[in-house]
């Protein structure tokens, strides 16, 4: 009953069923599927604890562990006890949940089929909405020169357009490998990736795009038609500039150029970063709290910003011996990955996919990191969990045979 309880979650929590209906508000309906799931964690916590017994877990816990004791030394222990620990505990219970309640082969499927569904959904409503309204939901301004249209979340979502392309670059790399499963995956494949694409174009989003460029690296990378690779993406290229309208290709352009009208807010960001270390450096150690980077850098420096770089935000929310617990975890779930793709035992189709998607997305997250925050984000925690449970069902397949 857990894991389906769990599924729910996952539908609730990505598409906001309390926000498209408006009865499910009032009951809290997010809150009660959330406080049955840690009950029976909890409850059942003597049998469950055993999952627990693997390398990431024991990084993620000692990470948790250096976060909770560290409070008395942070700055703001207040903003800490107030938000900040319930926005990272949402994001670190998507691991503890997948470990906890995700345990066979069939459950895995499902759970993954489902989070594709929910992100594939929050992008295809926006697109849909654009294609037939004329829907764009934000924009960006460029130094009061211009505006830019900028396709966002959908109404009842919650995401801007740098949320929106990281759903994207999330699942295009899954739908990619999985299209090695099957015919009909691949099919399925070759409908989603393209209007996904397209949609990030939409969002404007250059940290985005270049996202998409280290996924599509890895593809020409790792394949063997490398010459064939290179004039296929100068096509795409080619072909997609002139459908983009005249302000999003100048502000695409700024990403290699210091010659368009968004080349500086490209250069805003570089400043951020330096405004970003010398707010690090006020708590170095300890930092200042887990979810206080924003307040940090409005009393350190009146910028109204969260740190636009996970290392940035990382140091100055829970400081050098926090960025380096939390460099640790990552390692560890990119060590485990590579040993799980070099094992040639291994034959499950569903399974390599799904560790080639999965660590494809971890090479695009971290590039994406450079421009963004997400020490709270569920992504990091949810691909832990999925590369713990990948690892355990392999194990059992490969004991029966």
Not at 89 to 96: A, R, S, Y
Not at 194 to 216: D, E, I, N, Q
Not at 338 to 353: G, N, P, T
Request: glycine share 8%; net charge positive; hydrophobic share 50%.
């Amino acid at each position: 009953m857990a894991f389906w309880v769990y599924q729910l979650y996952i539908v609730s929590y990505f598409l906001h069923l309390t926000n498209r209906f408006p009865v499910l508000g009032p009951i809290r309906f997010d809150m009660l599927l959330f406080v049955f799931l840690v009950g029976a964690a909890v409850f059942d916590w003597r049998n469950k604890r055993r999952l627990l017994e693997n390398e990431i877990s024991k990084k993620l816990i000692l990470l948790i562990l250096f976060i909770l004791i560290s409070v008395p030394f942070v700055e703001w222990p207040g903003s800490v006890l107030d938000h900040g620990i319930k926005y990272f505990t949402m994001g670190t219970l998507f691991f503890f949940f997948t470990v906890f309640f995700v345990q066979t082969p069939k459950q895995f499927k499902i759970f993954i089929y489902l989070f594709l569904f929910c992100q594939t959904f929050r992008v295809l409503e926006p697109v849909y909405l654009h294609i037939t309204t004329g829907y764009y939901g934000d924009f960006a301004s460029t130094t009061g020169e211009a505006f830019l249209d900028r396709l966002s979340g959908a109404p009842n979502d919650v995401i801007n357009p740098n949320g929106l392309a990281i759903i994207i670059d999330t699942i295009v790399p899954l739908y990619w490998y999985l299209s090695r499963v099957s015919r009909f995956h691949k099919w399925l494949a070759y409908a989603i990736i393209p209007v996904s694409v397209y949609a990030l174009l939409l969002t404007g989003s250059r940290s985005g795009l270049v996202g998409f460029f280290v996924f599509c690296f890895l593809v020409w990378w790792r394949g063997r038609k490398k010459l064939l690779g290179v004039i296929l993406g100068i096509v795409i290229i080619v072909v997609s500039l002139p459908l983009l309208s005249e302000n999003m290709q100048e502000r695409y352009l700024s990403i290699v150029s210091t010659d368009t009208i968004h080349s500086g807010t490209k250069q805003g960001r570089i400043e951020g970063w330096k405004r970003d270390f010398s707010v690090a450096m006020h708590k170095p150690l300890f930092g200042h709290g887990i979810g206080t980077s924003l307040e940090a850098n409005v009393n350190k420096t009146g910028v109204y910003l969260v740190a636009h770089n996970l290392m940035f935000e990382t140091w100055q929310e829970i400081g050098l011996i926090g960025l380096l617990f939390f460099s640790t975890y990552l390692y560890t779930i990119w060590k485990i990955l590579v040993r799980f793709l070099a094992r040639e035992e291994i034959q499950d189709k569903f399974a390599l996919a799904m560790a080639n998607g999965v660590i494809a997305n971890f090479y695009v997250s971290l590039a994406f990191s450079v421009f963004s925050y997400g020490l709270s984000s569920y992504k990091w925690h949810f691909m832990g969990g999925v590369v713990v449970i990948l690892g355990a069902i392999t194990k059992k397949q490969l004991a029966t045979q």
